[in-house]
C-alpha cells in the first residue's frame, strides 16, 4: 500500500548510524567499570537486556563491540536474528556498554526514535529479508553490514513515532505474559529439582556420583542434509531448543533423507537431545524428545542421547539446565572462532550424582505435568501473538493512526519540515511526493489494494526478480506453481523466464527461490493454496503447496480481514457470516491422526478465498475447533462465524 502523505521513505542509514565507533577521546581508564552484554543476556521472547554483566574496560575494550545509551542491539548471526535478538540500550554502568561481536548496532539520529527502529527490525517480515540476505555458510552465517546499509525504512514524524510506539507498548502485554509464564515455569522445575535432589550436593562434593557416560547406552550425530522448505522431515536444529531447555517447534525446515538416515536418526519418547555447538553462552542447551504428529529428524548439530535404565532422562535434563550443568558445561566447550562446541565425549566425563530410580521417577512425572500445563498454556498466548504481529505490520505502515494524523494534522505540518531538514543534513534522498502536507480528508480516504507499493519497494533484488519470473510463468502455463511437486518444480527453475531473470545471480537457485516463494506468500504479495495430486499406482489423494499470482479483485490479507470485520461488526449481536471449508482427512489419517483433518481452501458464499485466515498445516478435530480459530484472525464471536462442510 501507499505510505501516508506525510510520511518519508529513507534509508535506515539515513537515519541510524551503523556499528559506530568508541571516539579515542572519550576512551576511559582500564579499570572503569563497564556494562558487558553477551549474545545470552538479550531475551528474544521480550526484546530486552534482562541479564548484563559487570567488567572493567580493560577487560572488555578489545576484541568486543561498543555501544551507548539508546543505540539499538541487533543480532546478525543464525539462530539468534531468526528468533528476534534485539534490544534498546539502557542503564548502562558509566555510560558505556560493550558486547558480543555478533551484534549490529545501530545508533539513532534525532530524526528518529530508538523505539521505532527497535519495532522496525524486530518484525517478523524484516528478519525474513535479512535471512535471504545471510552470507557464510552452515552455522555461521551472518547478516552483513551492507544489508542494513541499503535497506529502507518507513519515517513519520516524530510525534507520529511517539504515537505509534504507545500503542505497540500496549500491544507488548501478550509477550509479557508469555515470558512471565516461561519464566514461573522454570523457577518452578528448579525449586522441584532442589527439593528432590538438594541432598546430593554437599559442601564435601557430590553424593553417589557418576560419569555420564557411564549412563549412556547410545548416542547420535544428526543428520547434514540441506534443507529447506519441504521434505519427508522435519529437522530439529539448534534453535529448536529454547535457552531453558524447551522444544520449540515453530520454525522447523525439512530435508527428503535416505532409509539409513531415517533409521539412525529415530526419535522416541524420552530421548535427549544435546546441542553440541552454537555460541559460549548456548552451547550445551538439551531438550526431552516427546512424540508429536509427523516425522522428525534433527541436525548435526545436535546429539541424540538414549539412557540407560538407572538414570532417567528428565532428571538428567534438569541436571544439565542446572546451574551445576551449566557450570561443568561451560568448562568443558572447546572455544573455535565465534562457536563452542562440547562433544559427547567432553559431556561423557561430567559427573553428575545417581540419586534412587524411584526419587528419580517422582520428579520425571512431576516434569511431565509440567510440560503438559506449560504447553497448554503458551498455546493460548500463541493465538493473541498473531494478532499482535498484524497490529504491529499495521502501526509501522501507519494504518493505526489515521485518526490521529486528523487530529493532529498542524503539529505534523510542522514536524515534516524539522525531519526533513535534518534528513538533508545527512545527505538523503526524499520523495517529494512522500512529504507532502495531508489534509485530513485525504488521510481518511486511504485505501488497500494487493499492489502493496510499500512492500515491493522492501523486496531484496533477489525477491524482485523471483516475484517477476514467477508471475510471468504462471500467466503463461495458466495454472499455480506447484511447488511440492519436483518435477513441476524443476520446470519452473529450469524455465526459460526464470533462469534469464535470474542469471545474474549465478546458478542452482532452487532451495533460495522455494525459500522466497515463501516469503513472498507471507507478505501477501502471492497466494499460497493447497492442490490434490493422485498416484497413479495406489491412487491415493494427496495435497500439495502450491502458489498462484493474486487476482484482479483480490485485496490484501490485511484488508480481507478488515472488511469482514466491518461487515460483521454492523449488527454484532446478529450478524453472521458463512464459509464452507474443503477438508483434507487422508493426509492426518497417513500421518496417525485418524478423524482430524487440515484446511484445503475456505469460501464465502460468492466464491471469495479466505484460506489464508488459518493455518493449513493444522490439523483439527472439529468444525467447531475450526470455527475458533476463524473467529480469532477476525477478532469476532465464535457464534458469528457459521461454517458447514463442502
Avoid at 572519550?26 to 567488567?55: Q, W
Avoid at 519470473?469 to 519452473?492: H, I, K, M, N
Avoid at 493444522?618 to 484472525?633: E, F, H, I
Wanted: proline letters at 5%; aromatic letters at 8%; charged letters at 25%.
Amino acid at each position: 500500500m501507499r505510505l501516508p502523505a506525510t510520511w518519508a521513505e529513507v534509508r535506515l542509514t539515513d537515519v541510524c548510524e551503523l556499528n559506530p565507533r568508541l571516539l579515542a577521546e572519550i576512551r576511559p581508564s582500564d579499570d572503569l567499570p563497564v556494562t558487558f552484554v553477551p549474545m545470552s543476556a538479550v531475551n528474544e521472547s521480550a526484546g530486552v537486556i534482562d541479564k548484563p554483566e559487570e567488567r572493567t574496560f580493560g577487560e572488555v575494550a578489545r576484541g568486543y563491540t561498543s555501544f551507548r545509551e539508546r543505540d539499538v542491539l541487533f543480532a546478525k548471526v543464525t539462530p539468534c536474528m531468526e528468533n528476534g535478538k534485539a534490544a534498546i540500550v539502557g542503564q548502562l554502568v558509566n555510560g558505556l556498554g560493550f558486547g558480543s561481536t555478533e551484534f549490529h548496532v545501530l545508533r539513532p539520529t534525532p530524526a528518529v526514535l530508538p523505539e521505532f527502529v527497535f519495532s522496525f527490525v524486530r518484525q517478523q517480515a524484516f528478519r525474513d529479508r535479512a535471512a535471504s540476505a545471510f552470507v557464510g555458510t552452515g552455522g555461521l552465517q551472518r547478516v552483513p553490514p551492507d544489508f542494513l546499509a541499503r535497506v529502507k525504512i518507513p519515517l513519520p514524524t516524530l510525534p507520529e513515532q511517539q504515537r505509534i510506539v504507545d500503542v505497540l507498548q500496549q500491544a507488548k502485554v501478550v509477550a509479557k505474559a508469555k515470558q512471565s509464564i516461561s519464566e514461573q515455569i522454570d523457577q518452578l522445575v528448579r525449586t522441584a529439582y532442589w527439593e528432590h535432589f538438594g541432598a546430593w550436593y554437599t559442601t564435601d562434593g557430590l553424593i553417589d556420583p557418576v560419569r555420564i557416560s557411564d549412563c549412556i547406552a547410545d548416542s547420535q550425530y544428526g543428520i547434514s542434509e540441506a534443507m529447506e522448505e519441504h521434505g519427508t522431515h522435519a529437522v530439529l536444529r539448534m534453535n529448536s531448543i529454547t535457552s531453558s531447555g524447551w522444544l520449540d517447534l515453530s520454525e522447523l525446515k525439512y530435508a527428503s533423507l535416505s532409509a539409513k538416515d531415517i533409521a539412525s536418526t529415530e526419535l522416541q519418547d524420552g530421548d535427549l537431545l544435546f546441542n553440541r555447538t552454537n555460541s559460549k553462552e548456548l552451547v550445551g542447551k538439551c531438550a526431552v524428545w516427546r512424540p508429536v504428529a509427523g516425522a522428525f529428524s534433527f541436525a548435526s548439530y545436535l546429539i541424540r542421547l538414549r539412557l540407560k535404565s538407572e538414570m532417567l532422562p528428565e532428571y538428567l535434563w534438569a541436571t544439565l539446565n542446572s546451574a551445576y550443568g551449566k557450570y561443568r558445561l561451560a568448562n568443558s566447550a572447546k572455544q573455535a572462532v565465534s562457536m563452542a562446541n562440547v562433544s559427547p565425549t567432553d559431556l561423557g566425563r561430567i559427573t553428575v550424582p545417581l540419586p534412587p530410580l524411584a526419587i528419580q521417577d517422582a520428579f520425571a512425572k512431576f516434569v511431565r505435568t509440567v510440560e503438559a500445563l506449560r504447553s497448554q498454556m503458551l498455546s493460548k498466548l500463541d493465538a493473541f501473538a498473531e494478532l499482535q504481529t498484524i497490529v504491529s505490520q499495521q502501526a509501522l505502515i501507519g494504518e493505526l493512526t489515521p485518526t490521529w494524523r486528523d487530529d493532529h494534522a498542524n503539529e505534523i505540518a510542522k514536524a515534516v519540515q524539522t525531519r526533513d531538514t535534518l534528513l538533508r543534513e545527512r545527505g538523503a534522498m526524499i520523495d517529494p511526493s512522500a512529504t507532502i502536507t495531508a489534509t485530513p480528508s485525504a488521510q481518511a480516504e486511504m485505501t488497500v489494494r494487493p499492489a502493496r507499493h510499500w512492500l515491493l519497494g522492501q523486496l531484496s533484488a533477489f525477491q524482485r526478480q523471483v516475484l517477476t519470473a514467477f508471475t510471468v510463468y504462471c500467466q503463461s502455463s495458466g495454472e499455480p506453481l506447484l511447488v511440492e511437486d519436483p518435477d513441476v518444480f524443476a520446470r519452473f527453475c529450469d524455465d526459460t523466464t526464470v533462469t534469464e531473470q535470474l542469471q545474474v545471480f549465478g546458478t542452482s537457485h532452487g532451495n533460495r527461490i522455494r525459500r522466497t516463494l515463501s516469503q513472498l506468500a507471507a507478505l501477501g504479495l502471492i497466494a499460497k493454496v493447497a492442490l490434490p495430486k493422485v498416484d497413479p499406482e495406489s491412487g491415493e489423494r494427496d495435497y500439495l503447496k502450491a502458489f498462484r499470482p493474486l487476482r484482479n479483485d483480490e485485496f490484501t490479507r490485511l484488508a480481507d480481514v478488515q472488511s469482514l470485520r466491518k461487515a460483521l461488526s454492523a449488527d454484532d449481536d446478529h450478524g453472521h457470516y458463512h464459509f464452507q471449508a474443503q477438508l483434507d482427512y487422508e493426509t492426518s489419517q497417513r500421518a496417525g491422526a485418524g478423524s482430524m483433518f487440515q484446511v484445503i481452501s475456505i469460501e464465502d458464499d460468492e466464491g471469495k478465498d479466505f484460506t489464508h485466515l488459518v493455518d493449513q498445516s493444522r490439523r483439527y478435530a472439529s468444525l467447531d475447533d475450526l470455527k475458533v480459530d476463524l473467529a480469532s484472525a477476525l477478532k469476532v464471536a465464535a457464534k458469528q462465524i457459521e461454517l458447514e462442510e463442502k
